[in-house]
């Protein structure tokens, strides 16, 4: 099929202004193709299309373009009455209401309309492209052009390769992608298409381990910022974005994989969901809000003004003891240095994937004066450590209190295979793993999509060569372990690259 993406005349069909439809018109006119954009409700087009106007006026205004260039790209925006008026489109795409039946409607009608040589795109964020294409006449030509919110800000566009969508239709929209100044990203058909999939692990994994009794929600947040390296924790970004949101695309994704584990939703979530308390939009959620609609964070529990005499750390992880025992020089612990704690010594252990308890039981250690310390990421702007149910009081300030005497916050979580971040950033990679072994896209494409789409400091499998994909290997199998449950079993992909010490990124032929 010959068709020329790079077409100066090119013309682009919007139906639906909203949020998504009017920021992919603002895009696409900014990027010199011609824009027709329609919508059912009256009125709303235009209001779009004078919204654009402000938007482009504003970023001449900033030096974004010259003001020309942004007249010139609010004229090459036209109002049409309705879907009819779209056989002059090269390309078409829809961001209407997230239905099946209103979108197979619509692109039946459409079919109709435009020209043979027309592609069809949909916009959708949780619907499968080969279901919706799967009654179209010409379901070739179908494909899915997914943006993010806000989209002039928002540089990744998915596009999504339908069952039957055509190769060329693919490379088209790849073309149209950059022509908007977007980064495309291209990808097969699975749930939650790639971005989605990987931010299931970042939320509801922190859900798992707070309906556990773990952490707190702001303690959560508070690590995955200062250790994790995020910008923000999980459920900060589930009060932006509103559980209304986050909840039921967590649960579509999770039934369209016929309830594949790794992104079983949290009953915490759905209750929340259903009560209403969604975040930031209805002022309650996970944290409370004051008049300014500004979260009510509860703040930090000063550090324990105790220390320790000596401290005893376990050589069971070399890489964990090394760093560990490489801070207490500095904070200027007495350290004792025999096979052995003595009788009274703060024992501290360096798990990788474990739990406290796992680590004293297994090492023989007195579980009264064990605390695990997470040493699998730098121990820079937080530190996290966790006892044993057991651990005395007395041993547990004193870790504390040790671990924070220069200043750094300590965040102290309950008894867990792989603390906090370990779980979390697990999570992440095995699910971005699974999507490489999946060949949904290429690996690199994968982190691609994760840092563009998310803003995570990494991509899953970049996270995963970070870290080492030995030791992310062994949290997760030491939580699937522990636990008995298979949403934490590691994937194959994982697994071989581990064994044979290679990166996460290293691709198939």
Known sequence: MSFDANRPDLTVGVIGTGAMGRGIAQVAAAGGMNVLMTDSRPGAAQEARDFIDKMLGRAAEKGGMSKDEASAAVNRIRIAGGPADMKPCDVVIEAIVENLDAKRQLFAELEAIVSPECILATNTSSLSVTTIAAKLKTPQRFAGFHFFNPVPLMKL???????????????????????????????????????????????????????????????????????????????????????????????????????????????????????????????KGFYDYDAETKPIVPPEPPAPAAYPGNVWVSPAEPRGHAALTELLRKLGASIETGPKPSANALILVTPIGEDATGCAVDQELDPRRTVAVDTLFPMVKRRTLMGTPVTESVYRNAAHGLLASDGVPVTVCRDSPGFIAQRIVAMIVNIGCSIAQSRTAQPADIDKAVTLGLNYPNGPLKFGDVLGPGPVHKVLASMHRIYGDPRYRPNIWLTRRARLGVSLLTPEP
């Open 157 to 283: 566009v998915e596009v999504i390769d339908g069952l039957q969508t055509q190769n060329w239709v693919s490379e088209a929209l790849m073309t149209v992608g950059r022509r908007m100044t977007r980064e495309p990203v291209r990808c097969t058909d699975a749930p939650g298409f790639l971005v989605n999939q990987v931010g299931r692990g970042f939320t509801l994994e922190a859900a798992h381990l707070v309906s556990e009794g773990i952490a707190s929600f702001a303690d959560v947040d508070r690590v995955m910022r200062d250790v994790g390296g995020f910008r923000m924790g999980p459920f900060e970004l589930m009060e932006l974005t509103g559980l209304d949101v986050t909840h039921p695309a967590s649960e579509l994704i999770y039934n369209q994989f016929f309830q594949e584990p790794r992104y079983r939703p949290n009953l915490i979530m759905r209750a929340r969901y259903e009560a209403g308390v969604l975040g930031r939009k209805s002022k």
